[in-house]
């Protein structure tokens, strides 16, 4: 009971912590708001007297809104000054960190997106440090202090702070962007350490915004961070994208691209999108300076078992990096004034042979239903129902077969315990296999019975003819399928029902729901995960 009393107290302190944070956080705002208008005075005499100054650039458009919940939430953040009890947050920080992420997860709004942010600071001159601080990229004649200004009036929403978002955002906070914005619904978990570099092992299980957020917080304090925990939905979305200057998309899967790009057409912001799989990569800025949007590239969404994404093929970590990077590269030079070199064309990298290529795009299209000439899609829809798929990798599981052509992990077991006569295949590529198996499992990859090699073929009817004398051939022989989680193995299923029976004899084929995955989580814990 004392532990228990104790833990609640220290969960009320980290919440006074945090409320009087927000203070002085909005102090630090007025503060500089009044310092900008001081400065442009000061300016103004000086040049009345013939000083010579900074370059002064007119102040940018401030985003409308105000304070609204997101400092409540640990969102927008100004220029920060711990006090002095509280200790300077570096890596032996991550304690305090974990607890602030404990005090979202108890409410707070944590899944709540902010309606609305306040402006960020108007900016005419940079400061002593903040010169030291960019002194190297201040010094190219295509930044500059005119381009250094934009930066820091500029904000950045960030779609997934994976793989592709960990390195983009490093680098934008890097470079002193005024406003990152971080969405993401997931937490982190031990299989994203291998590319998402922005989080650590101390960070598991943790919300993947908030870790991002007080990661790129130790790299550069002066920049604001506003973590949105959750899934980015058509109810939100358009009014979350235009509150930001740039958006990236970062995500990995197909509904939330068109989410993106439609909502980016209808709030007139240039995307930044980029994608990666296992060794390749490929970045395309759309809606900008006259180029395509992504409905104009793709019309229609592919269909859901076409689609593989990083957990199903894999991804080399310093694949998504370079992309990443690149998306960065291009994030920067739009707000910075330089313009970007991929609005009418993709970049394309092939990491195994080192190269980068570009391919031509084809221009705005006049019937595009997003942003051609008599548009019809006017306002956000339901991404999911049009592409067919949902909008996360939690939930990659295809439907392709009828119920009574499947079977639970549970029931194979059983089947496998009573030492029924049955077949299982295993279909995934051989480099899968190597990871892990199950030993008794026939190994055919899905693509051999697709392409219907014949040495592997013969090989199915040999074991099928095997197991089938066990039954004294008076019944069908059950042939279970698996894979990975169960989405191959309905492909081959559909491919071995229409077997020929002169051949292949009379067989029950069906596919094992949640595939090997499922088999280590329900079944046998020490089986291996990947």
């Known amino acids: 009971m004392a532990g228990a009393a104790a833990a609640r107290l220290r969960a009320e302190i980290r919440r006074r912590e945090r409320e009087l944070r927000g203070l002085r956080e909005r102090l630090a705002a007025e503060l500089a708001r009044g310092d900008a208008a001081e400065q442009e005075e000061d300016g103004e005499r000086e040049q009345e007297e013939g000083a010579r100054g900074p370059r002064q650039l007119p102040a940018a458009e401030p985003a409308r809104g105000d304070a609204g919940d997101a400092e409540d939430e640990d969102g927008a953040r100004g220029p920060r000054h711990p006090p002095a009890a509280e200790p300077e947050r570096g890596?032996?920080?991550?304690?305090?960190?974990?607890?602030?992420?404990?005090?979202?997860?108890?409410?707070?709004?944590?899944?709540?997106f902010p309606a609305e942010l306040p402006p960020l600071p108007a900016r005419s001159a940079l400061s002593a440090a903040e010169i030291l601080r960019y002194s190297r990229q201040l010094v190219l004649p295509e930044l500059g202090v005119r381009g250094q200004l934009r930066l820091a009036r500029s904000s950045v929403l960030v779609v997934g702070c994976g793989g592709l978002g960990c390195p983009l955002a490093q680098y934008l906070a890097a470079a002193g962007v005024g406003r990152l914005g971080l969405v993401d619904h997931d937490v982190v978990e031990t299989s994203n350490l291998q590319r998402q570099v922005l989080h650590g092992e101390a960070r598991r299980g943790r919300p993947k915004a908030r870790s991002a957020a007080a990661a790129l917080r130790r790299l550069n304090s002066a920049v604001q961070y506003v973590p949105y925990r959750g899934t980015l939905r058509p109810r939100s979305a358009l009014s979350l994208?235009?509150?930001?200057?740039?958006?990236?998309?970062?995500?990995?899967?197909?509904?939330?691209?068109?989410?993106?790009?439609?909502?980016?057409?209808?709030a007139g912001k240039p995307l930044v999108s980029g994608s990666a799989l296992r060794l390749e990569g490929q970045l395309v800025v759309y809606n900008h300076g006259g180029g395509p949007c992504y409905r104009c590239l793709f019309p229609e969404p592919p269909p859901p078992d076409a689609v593989t994404n990083c957990?199903?093929?894999?991804?080399?970590?310093?694949?998504?990096?370079?992309?990443?990077?690149?998306?960065?590269l291009e994030v920067l030079k739009i707000a910075s004034g330089m313009g970007s070199s991929f609005s009418r064309c993709m970049l394309m990298f092939d990491a195994l042979e080192g190269r980068f290529r570009n391919i031509k795009l084809r221009p705005r299209r006049a019937d595009c239903a997003a942003c051609g000439d008599s548009p019809s899609i006017t306002c956000l829809q339901d991404y999911e129902a049009f592409c067919g798929s949902f909008a996360t990798d939690k939930c990659r599981s295809l439907r392709l077969l009828p119920s009574g052509d499947r079977i639970s992990v549970q029931r194979y077991?059983?089947?496998?315990?009573?030492?029924?006569?049955?077949?299982?295949?295993?279909?995934?590529?051989?480099?899968?296999?190597?990871?892990?198996?199950?030993?008794?499992?026939?190994?055919?990859?899905?693509?051999?019975?697709?392409?219907?090699?014949?040495?592997?073929?013969?090989?199915?009817?040999?074991?099928?003819?095997?197991?089938?004398?066990?039954?004294?051939?008076?019944?069908?022989?059950?042939?279970?399928?698996?894979?990975?989680?169960?989405?191959?193995?309905?492909?081959?299923?559909k491919i071995l029902q229409e077997l020929p029976a002169k051949e292949f004899g009379s067989v029950l084929v069906k596919d094992i729901k949640g595939g090997l995955m499922a088999w280590a989580t329900k079944i046998d814990s020490t089986f291996p995960q990947y």
Do not use: F
């Open 241 to 266: 994208v235009r509150q930001y200057d740039i958006v990236a998309d970062c995500s990995d899967n197909v509904p939330t691209r068109y989410l993106v790009s439609d909502a980016c057409v209808l």
């Open 413 to 493: 077991k059983e089947l496998l315990d009573a030492r029924l006569p049955h077949l299982l295949l295993d279909v995934r590529p051989q480099v899968e296999v190597e990871i892990c198996r199950l030993e008794h499992a026939l190994h055919i990859p899905l693509r051999k019975l697709q392409e219907k090699d014949e040495e592997s073929l013969r090989r199915l009817q040999k074991r099928i003819s095997e197991e089938k004398q066990r039954t004294d051939d008076q019944t069908s022989l059950p042939v279970y399928v698996v894979c990975k989680l169960g989405n191959d193995s309905q492909k081959a299923v």
């Open 311 to 328: 957990a199903d093929g894999g991804v080399l970590g310093v694949v998504t990096g370079i992309i990443g990077c690149m998306q960065a």
């Open 91 to 112: 890596d032996s920080g991550d304690a305090d960190e974990e607890d602030e992420d404990d005090d979202a997860k108890d409410g707070e709004g944590a899944l709540g």
